[in-house]
């Protein structure tokens, strides 16, 4: 079984017939990518020999990773070590959305036959809010769910998926306090305009549903 393992910089490895060092020892630099062939990591008893891959990654638009990746791995290369390793950024992504970002799947205490079950309605429910969400970019009525933009930040701030789900928790709150909304747009006749502007975002947006 293959395997890619982020090490700590203070984790010790050791080159054939040299002396303990920690990671923290190899001359590092954005832009780096080394490959080090059987390499013994840590000085406990029973870990054998593996290959080292070390990887900074360059400055790209104005945004600089702090940190280099340790990755320890039985994979031949260092390519296919990182592309390997990469992955798992959109699983944790995955993960949040169903758990504290979504869905809330770890409050379900489900038994395993239930949590087969509800994890194939997640994945469905997942689907379509990625959908939806990527409708809703695509129609630029997202402005109206969520904050677009934030000083000093490279990354875009939500993804297809949260834009999707609380498009939907938006539509269902309006109608929950529709009649205190318009109680309160009616005392500013200027922000009436805006108002109207938003429901016709919300019809759109219900359409796509």
Known sequence: MSFVFRQKKDTTFRKKRQKFQPLSSIEIYPGIRSFYTDVK???????????LAVYWKRKYRGKQDKEAWY???????????LKIYAQRFGIEAMFKDCKTGGYNLESSQANPDRLVRLIFLIALAMTSAWLHGQRTKFQKLDSYICRQEEKNRTQKRHSNFWIGLYGFNWIVAWYGCQAWVEELVGFSRNKQAYYQRGLRAMKLIQQAL
Do not use: E, H, I, R
């Not at 000085?43 to 290959?51: D, M, R, W």
């Not at 039985?74 to 296919?80: E, F, I, R, V």
């Open 41 to 51: 990591v840590t000085q406990k008893k029973g870990f054998g020999c593996f290959n």
């Open 71 to 81: 990755l320890l791995t039985n994979l031949p290369d260092l390519n296919t070590a």
